[in-house]
Each structure stands twice: as C-alpha cells, then as structure tokens.
C-alpha cells in the first residue's frame, strides 16, 4: 500500500465518471485533428522554412524523454514534489509539441523517406542507395505513429489519478504509460533524424 501521506495533496476533485467522458472526448478532437489536417497543406509563402517545426518537435521529444527518466528517478528518491512539477511539465511540453506537429504537416506536407532528389517519388535507384535504413525506418514508423496516437489517454488518465490522489491506480498505470511515452520520445527524435535529410 501506498502511504497517503507522503504525496502531494490532491488539487482536483474525484470524479471518474466527470474524467472519462473529459479525457474521451480531448483525446477524440486531437486524434481527429491530426488525421484530418495531415492530409491538407496550406500553400502558404512563408519566410521560413517549415520544417522548423520538425525540428522544435525533435527537441521537445528530447527534452521529454529527459523529463521522462528524472521523473522516474524522482519517484526512486521518493521526492514525489518534484516528480509532480516534471510531469506537469512534460505534459505542458507534449501539449506544444501538438500543435506544432499540426504546424508542421499544414505547412510543409509530406516527405518520402529515401527521396534524395525531392521529387515526390522514390525511385528503385533511391530506394538502392538508402538500402535496409529505409527497413529499419519503416519498422520504428509502424511502431511510433500507434503509440503515438494512444498514448495521449493513458497520459490524461495518468496524471488525473495523480491529481486526484488515486495513487494506487496512478502506479499501476503508470507503469504502461510510462514505457510507452518514453518510447514514443526517443523514436521520435530518431524518426527526425532519419527522415531529415530528405526535408527540401
């Protein structure tokens, strides 16, 4: 059992039935969002390039992972204070990230990987010399754009367990969305890396 008394105090009231329909909803309207608007590009003279945001997304997935493991290491030193400010953070961060996920798919539409003369097309000559990176590319995709895209009611149910201080079922979901979220993180980063090159 968890002693109650160690952890911060709740700041919002308890209401599972209030939460759920909440957390459904959010997670409904930015998964929407993101499958509706990566399909459209905004043809739009911008003074920068738009894969700027591409970029901001890598450091802010960075900096996640990062705030990610000193939560963890918080919760092992029992300094549960500081555990709550990191995530609150992360969450702020994440909730940026989201909109400049959106920023950058309106903006600058989409990149083929392997595509070295920007044409829109992936030759077999260009598929030849990317070689199994493109595999391996695909295989951290397949994984990443999933993940990505359930962990945002595991992250919201998380950190209302958290804030109503329901820390028994906070832990044990914290234990999924944790390894998931930190996942998404770092393949995000690698998946920018990877994909950067091609970006005209």
């Known amino acids: 059992m968890i002693n109650q008394n160690l952890f911060p105090k709740p700041v919002i009231t308890k209401s599972d039935r209030a939460a759920k329909a909440f957390i459904i909803i959010i997670s409904i309207i930015v998964f929407a969002a993101i499958a509706l608007l990566s399909r459209v590009q905004l043809k739009i003279q911008l003074p920068f390039n738009p894969h700027v945001f591409a970029g901001f997304n890598a450091m802010v997935n960075s900096i996640v992972a990062l705030l990610l493991l000193a939560a963890l290491w918080s919760i092992r030193q029992k300094n549960y204070q500081r555990h709550k400010r990191i995530m609150l953070i992360a969450i702020l961060l994440s909730i940026l990230f989201l909109l400049s996920y959106i920023a950058h798919h309106l903006l600058a539409g989409e990149t083929k990987f392997g595509d070295l003369d920007h044409n829109g097309i992936v030759s077999d000559a260009e598929k030849g010399l990317v070689g199994n990176v493109r595999i391996i590319y695909f295989i951290l995709l397949l994984t ?38 930190f996942y998404v993180a770092v393949s995000g980063v690698v998946i920018y890396l990877m994909i950067q090159p091609y970006y005209t």
């Open 144 to 181: 990443h754009i999933p993940l990505a895209a359930i962990i945002l009611p595991f992250i919201l149910f998380t950190a209302y367990r958290a804030l109503s201080g329901d820390y028994e079922r906070h832990k044990k979901l914290a234990r999924i969305t944790w390894p998931i979220w």
